[in-house]
């Protein structure tokens, strides 16, 4: 054994400097780990410590926004109205330009003079006061769903009282937008129901909306607007859920009490005009069946700092992919657009196809009609039409082309075809019992345009002669 063996090891000189920096280092960094923590917690509860009272019915976002700056900020951002997708977007599209078809389809209704894509929530009160649709006979419901104002207005007067007044008595007294106490409690900031239509609606079915979990608020709050409605009684907002939320359960609904909202000029249909049934529409999608609310991708969370909060900018999925979609569906943002779109597309070429068929049978109508076959011939084809036409506006009058449920609006698209061609059957047997065999002379309807002008000679009484 040599000497080297039997003498202890020493520690170089070095290793303690480093153990004592190395140690100090971590000290440090836990401590700012531990004043990160802190701050986060700090900056979740600081706002609870500065909030101001708010009243019941306080209609103006910006007073709201002092307790709550984050979603107020993220809410004003609906001021862009430049915003596009594929098939939406806040620009102001113009539906009739795009598509003339509708120009006939809405033959008789003011629909068929303006029809534009909905702007951002910001801009609902100028937007409604001043489309060509508003005239001086139009009822004070018309406002239900575009301010704030709306939910103190009826406090004050009545359901009833509100429902009885004409729309012009308003102008220049509701001016807020669409807003923070549309949805929320201003006590508790817990969502609420303000619009009695929905409450109503829920009771016509045996259900008690107050049972609803926060989940599914997060989805009735949008409800509340985003749904297909009539007025009864010619004033009266009410939601036809009686029977359903599917086309067919509204159209039976419809046909019980013997509801119409025009008589379509061209073919003298009795014609129900879907609003936007966004809600009933999602209902029967798979993100409904997952549990998925409106606002998990309308309105996905966000967070700054330590806070997590929702953002209030509404819009489109498409446009904010990564805190939507992507959340739950793992692929790129260009493939989920691409899936997204590939579905779209083929729902608006089935809607394309309804239209065409839908038209051509309205045209049919009036040729049987200028051939004189009674009224009480068309009763029957004029009912089919009638059905074939709502189940058609159903999916093309609701946001997002099909998305929210592409296998239902798909084949409502199917049987509105098949309901205009049976229509379009039952009167060339008509007409060939009188000796005509060939089609109508379609008049030119391919430019919006030409379609007005078609549409407005119908409505004067001056019919195009299509035999």
């Not at 229509?423 to 379609?442: D, F, H, M, V």
Request: aromatic content about 10%; hydrophobic content about 35%; some cysteine.
């Amino acid at each position: 054994m040599n000497n080297q063996e039997l003498t202890p090891n020493k520690t170089p000189r070095w290793v303690g400097p480093v153990i004592f920096f190395l140690s100090a280092g971590i000290v440090v960094l836990l401590s700012m780990l531990a004043i990160s923590i802190m701050e986060r917690r700090w900056e979740t509860t600081r706002p609870s410590l500065v909030l101001q009272p708010i009243a019941t019915w306080e209609p103006d976002n910006a007073v709201w926004g002092r307790n709550y700056p984050r979603e107020y900020e993220t809410y004003l951002q609906t001021r862009n109205d430049a915003t596009r997708t594929k098939f939406g977007g806040a620009f102001p599209r113009d539906y009739l330009q795009e598509d003339p078809r509708q120009v006939i389809l809405f033959s008789g209704y003011p629909f068929s003079i303006q029809y534009q894509q909905a702007r951002g929530h910001y801009y609902s009160v100028k937007d409604i006061a001043s489309t060509k649709r508003i005239n001086d006979k139009t009822v004070a419901t018309c406002w239900t769903c575009k301010s704030t104002e709306v939910p103190r207005k009826m406090a004050e007067l009545g359901v009833k009282g509100f429902s009885d007044r004409l729309f012009s008595d308003f102008i220049g007294e509701i001016t807020h937008p669409i807003g923070c106490q549309d949805c929320h409690d201003p006590a508790t900031m817990n969502l609420r129901i303000t619009r009695p239509a929905l409450r109503e609606a829920f009771a016509a079915r045996g259900m008690n909306i107050d049972e609803a979990t926060h989940q599914q608020m997060r989805s009735l709050v949008c409800a509340q607007c985003h749904v297909e409605y009539y007025f009864k009684d010619i004033r009266y907002l009410t939601f036809p859920w009686k029977n359903g939320l599917r086309a067919d359960d509204m159209l039976r609904y419809y046909d019980e009490i013997d509801f119409t909202d025009y008589v379509h000029a061209v073919s003298k249909t009795p014609i129900v005009k879907a609003q936007h049934p966004d809600y009933e529409t999602y209902s029967s999608g798979i993100h409904a069946y997952r549990g998925v609310a409106c606002a998990d991708c309308h309105m996905p969370y966000r967070t700054e700092g330590g806070v997590k909060f929702t953002d209030h900018h509404v819009q489109s999925p498409l446009l904010n992919i990564a805190n939507s979609c992507a959340v739950c569906h793992r692929w790129s943002e260009k493939e989920i657009e691409q899936r997204v779109e590939g579905i779209q597309t083929k729902v608006y070429e089935a809607r394309l196809a309804a239209e065409n068929a839908l038209v051509k049978a309205h045209f049919d109508m009036a040729a049987a009609m200028q051939a004189g076959i009674p009224d009480a011939d068309l009763a029957a084809p004029r009912k089919t039409l009638r059905h074939a036409q709502f189940k058609w506006d159903y999916v093309a009058a609701n946001n997002g082309m099909g998305f929210h449920s592409a296998q239902e609006c798909m084949r409502l698209l199917g049987e509105s075809v098949d309901g205009a061609q049976q229509t379009r059957l039952q009167i060339a047997r008509l007409l060939a019992a009188k000796g005509i065999g060939s089609e109508p002379n379609y008049p030119d309807y391919s430019t919006r345009e030409k379609a007005s002008a078609i549409s407005q000679a119908f409505e004067a009484g001056r019919p195009v002669d299509l035999l």
